[in-house]
């Protein structure tokens, strides 16, 4: 666990610096940095899709869990649970962008490969050397995150310690269960939902990114019935 928390503070110190260097910042720069953002997400929400090797699992998984996100409120409960950590725990005039800043950030710190991965190399081998890594890069973006969105993206730091330390704990019983094929859908699943936020943060098209996390969910079901999907697991 040890790696997940220095990877949450590393998230809530570039959210310091983020908010400190973001009163320097105009609204024409902070433009620019949505923009510089979301073509970040973009670039790497495609190479993390390219990573799938059943396009068909990918978008079966993508439409019925969109629907079922849209149907439980998904996006609506998380912007929820941000409002409730910003009435407890921020400022009364904190940006109104806190819930959005929680969502965007605990996406985009949660759901790539380097997540899986390093948890499981972290509980299992107490290899702490991709956690860590991880952690300077979500701390650099943190900064960036922050100066844009506000002390919400701070909050995910909440969402790491609870995804990524529950993965460390369960290393052990659950890393059998991560075959190289699950490892690639889950990372292409997550990575159409990093160009979702990439879209978002664009300004191209509202897409309620939330909504589509069962997504992540039920390609793991696809993947368990590859072997009796016949021809269709090669699509």
Known sequence: MIATIVNAAAVVVGTILGLILRRGIGDELKEAVYVGIGVVSLIIGISMTLEATRILYLALSLVLGGVVGEV???ENGILRLGDFLR??????NS?????YGFL??????CVGALTIVGAFRAGAEGNYELILTKSVMDG?????????M???VGFSALTILVYQGGLTLAAGALRPLVTPLVLSEITGAGGALVIMIGINLL???KIRTGNFFPALVIILFFVALDP???PLSGL
């Open 72 to 74: 439980l409120g998904i």
């Open 87 to 92: 009435s407890r725990f921020a400022a009364r």
């Open 95 to 99: 940006d109104s962008q806190f819930a």
């Open 104 to 109: 965007t950030a605990s996406v985009l710190y």
């Open 140 to 148: 650099f973006m943190s900064i960036l995150l922050a100066g844009a």
């Open 150 to 152: 506000g002390v919400g």
């Open 203 to 205: 300004g191209l098209k």
């Open 228 to 230: 009796f999907l016949g």
